[in-house]
């Protein structure tokens, strides 16, 4: 058949799934906003895990204390108020914070005279991150105001070099990664609604018996998807860039691998759609198979930085390398060993691989209906 051809197959195709997906606007509906619930959910997770909140009792308000304090606040580690010994006591048995640190009295004429401290830290261990979070920054803080306090006295410190040229908040990075998981399910979570729908209506028939190549019918079904898909996409990035204000150093990037994330997913959506044939059945297998493909792909660093294991285990998930490719186009990081060269020929294997798969499964799914 000549290409013209199969250019109307694959838009006809695609304009008949997203007709049927308007009149049925529930589970269309359904996969915008799942996608976006991700982002929110693990962003409040990221927000209410980044730093413990602590209350400081002063008992001593002399520079030196007011100085140990501010140490405090720059570890990136607590969130800090002042409060009075009473307060500080009720506020950690209601949970509403992890620890007290209580600055006692004499702190500044004991340091003068040079005399041992004890600082009462009261931990709530409820919580074991933020338990070891207290543990960790309590004695960082401290070496840290010890250092500038009487820099004369220390004479081991650290001199720090940076491998990127700026730091990035935890948000903006994670931010990255869950909006590529995002991609992902909003993605597959179409191509699986879409295909399965065929087997509840039962128009898969006509596709069956059609005279075309099962490859046309996969691409047209993968581009119908396309189009609600790539508004959940346009929305995720709405958030991400204008909300949160995360910024991508190189927007072609953004969107060159952004068309092969959605491509590769719409694929592997067909494909599941196609295998479950029911949409109640898709949506939760579509997020199933999100999950843990995404705590598994280096979502909070490099995925070498998982061990052996779980880095084997990266290194075969496309979103692995969908991940690294964001990070450098939004903060021109390097993120894993290979290049960007090799992050495009793997997504780019990966579709042609899911469309090609979905097409085979397609096409011998339908002969048998």
């Given amino acids: 058949m000549s290409v013209r051809h199969n250019l109307r197959v694959v838009r006809a195709v695609a304009a008949a799934d997203i ?21 929110l959910l693990f962003l409040l997770f990221a927000l209410s895990g980044g730093q413990a909140p602590i209350a400081v009792v002063m008992n001593d308000r002399g520079p030196l204390a007011q100085q140990f304090v501010q140490a405090m606040g720059h570890s990136s580690s607590f969130i800090i108020h002042t409060a009075s010994a009473a307060d500080a006591e009720h506020e950690i048995h209601s949970g509403t914070i992890v620890a007290v640190v209580t600055v006692p009295q004499e702190f500044d004429a004991a340091l ?41 006295q220390v004479v081991v410190t650290a001199h720090e070099s940076d491998v990127q040229a700026a730091d990035t908040g935890y948000i903006p ?10 991609l992902m399910l909003a993605s597959q979570l179409q191509g699986s609604v879409n295909t399965a729908r065929d087997y509840e209506l039962g128009t898969i028939k006509e596709l069956a018996l059609a005279p075309v190549s099962r490859l046309t019918i996969g691409v047209g079904k993968v581009l119908g998807a396309a189009a609600l898909a790539a508004a959940s996409a346009l929305l995720l990035f709405t958030v991400v860039v204008f909300f949160l204000g995360v910024r991508p150093l190189h927007p072609l990037e953004v969107l060159g691998f952004g068309l092969l994330i959605l491509a590769a997913f719409l694929a592997l959506g ?8 029911r949409r109640q059945q898709a949506i939760p297998l579509s997020i199933a198979m999100v999950l843990p493909l995404f705590f598994l792909s280096g979502p909070f660093g490099p995925a070498n930085w998982l061990g052996a294991l779980p880095g084997a ?46 097409a085979f499964v397609f096409g011998r799914r339908g002969a048998r209906h």
Avoid: C
């Fill in 19 to 39: 007709k049927l997906t308007l009149r049925e606007p529930l589970f269309a509906i359904i996969g915008v906003l799942i996608p976006i619930n991700f982002l």
């Fill in 112 to 152: 003068a005279a040079k005399a041992r401290i004890d600082l009462p830290v009261e931990v709530n261990n409820l919580n074991v991150d933020f338990t070891n979070d207290i543990r960790r920054a309590v004695p960082l803080s401290i070496t840290s105001f010890y250092a500038n306090a009487f820099p004369d």
């Fill in 173 to 182: 990075y994670l931010a990255v990664s869950i909006m590529v998981a995002g």
């Fill in 270 to 277: 067909v494909l599941a759609g196609t295998l479950v044939r």
């Fill in 313 to 358: 285990i990266a290194a075969v998930s496309p979103l692995t390398y969908a991940i690294a490719a964001f990070q450098h186009a939004f903060h021109g990081y390097q993120t894993a060993p290979q290049g960007l060269s090799v992050d495009a020929i793997v997504l780019a294997g990966f579709a042609l691989a899911a469309v090609g798969s979905a």
